[in-house]
């Protein structure tokens, strides 16, 4: 059972670091800055679904770098030791509200992961390297038949940051919100009006494969549908279905120039990519070559990473996550300067991201995490304040 990895809750400069499964986020403190040791997560159940909802604050603490939980009250609790093979972790979990009721608990200062399920609690294990996140790629998971999801976020002395996340699956809708010193409030991740089932019947009349990222349960309930990144790797989404826009992108870029702005606040740093003996070379404004890429495929730009990898850099890290919105939106054909922001160009192509493609369609206010550096340009499910009152988690109708 393989760690669940997912985009951070954070803005574009956040370093981030791989720690027993958890994506771990350093952003730095504001010294001396008013953010309580908890702010309280005010969770509301409008999902429409009868049974028990359960709900677990998982992540690293900041203060001390251990990983744990938090119970409702804020307070954090190591894990034990884990075995291999992975033991049971203690039973973290927090009832959450009925249906039709709302329950806050408070959250740490922590990096982490809330999530909730729907039914019955998650099975989390322990390995000596830490906690082994749920994994439904895998068939034999033990969380493969349980409806659940999960929100990511880091709250630290520099505030609260918050996101919904389909970068590994679409599954239980929720949405995510702040409230402000001076009372107003910011909310994300709600999806339109008949979006859920929508996006599903999207994916099942989708030609290529697409339907094949759709789990059910043995009973016909729908559970999720993977990110096309774990279809790839499972089997379920045809190896190649992203060979023909990668192909036309190398044949572009031979004779043409694709101009890279990585940073909105930094206009005058740019590279020139060019294709040379299948590989694409970019160069600074003195014609150095900076970094190179081969040409990518499927798994590479669907998880951002191997022949996209993007480190925490500032050359081939920007650049990369660029190339790699690029990819997913299919914007790289229609604008040879990138990033592209404008969203009315965004999945055009018919060979693109249609996962993602499908969820941006179908949320409210067209945000979402719907690939790892969905946030280029801006287009992320995300709130952030630095004096947060409270936060919110909202558990939306499954129609």
């Known amino acids: 059972m393989l760690p669940s990895i997912t985009r951070p809750a954070l803005p574009l400069a956040a370093a981030t670091a791989l720690v027993g499964g958890l994506l771990t986020l350093a952003v730095p403190d504001r010294a001396g800055a008013a953010v309580p040791d908890t702010v309280p997560l005010k969770i509301t159940n409008n999902s429409g679904r009868s049974g028990p909802v359960y709900v677990y604050d998982l992540g690293t603490q900041l203060s001390s770098g251990q990983q744990g939980w938090a119970d409702e009250n804020g307070a954090f609790h190591a894990w034990p030791a884990g075995g291999n093979p992975p033991t049971p ?44 996140q749920p994994a439904v790629q ?51 991740g709600h999806l339109k009006s008949g979006g859920y089932t929508g996006f599903f019947d999207a994916l099942r009349g989708q030609p290529g494969g697409w339907s094949g990222l759709i789990q059910t349960r043995s009973d016909g309930t ?23 826009y990668v192909n036309r992108v190398w044949q572009k870029y031979a004779t043409a120039t694709l101009t890279v702005t990585p940073f909105g606040d930094r206009p005058d740093t740019k590279y020139y990519g060019r294709v040379s003996g299948n590989v694409m070379n970019f160069t600074d ?25 993007a480190p925490n850099d500032q050359v081939r890290g920007p650049i990369s996550r660029t190339l790699c919105a690029g990819f997913n939106r299919s914007t790289l054909l229609v604008d040879p300067n990138q990033p592209d922001t404008s969203a009315a160009n965004f999945y055009q192509d018919p060979v693109t991201n249609q996962y993602a493609r499908a969820i941006h369609a179908r949320t409210a206010d ?33 129609s």
Not at 94 to 122: D, E, H, W
Not at 141 to 163: A, H, K
Not at 375 to 382: A, I, K, P
């Open 138 to 188: 895998n068939p034999s998971d033990p969380n493969r038949n349980i409806l659940f999801n999960w929100s990511e976020y880091t709250l630290n002395d520099s505030g609260l940051w918050l996101n919904s996340t389909q970068v590994d699956m679409f599954s239980a809708p929720y949405a995510v919100g702040v409230q402000r010193s001076d009372g107003s409030v910011s909310s994300t």
């Open 89 to 132: 972790a203690p039973d973290a979990a927090i009832t959450g509200p009925a249906a039709g009721q709302s329950k806050t608990i408070r959250i740490p200062k922590f990096s982490g992961r809330v999530y909730f399920s729907y039914g019955q609690k998650l099975d989390f294990r322990l390995t000596t390297g830490g906690l082994v």
């Open 285 to 309: 404004s003195s014609g150095a070559v900076v970094t190179s890429f081969q040409k990518p495929d499927a798994d590479s730009v669907f998880g951002c990473h191997k022949l996209l990898d």
């Open 366 to 398: 067209g945000k979402a995490y719907a690939f790892a550096f969905d946030d280029v340009g801006n287009q992320e499910s995300l709130v952030h304040d630095g004096s947060p009152q409270q936060a919110y988690l909202t558990l939306d109708p499954l």
């Open 222 to 244: 729908v559970l999720r549908a993977l990110s096309p990144l774990y279809g790839v790797e499972t089997g379920a989404l045809p190896a190649n279905v992203m060979d023909d």
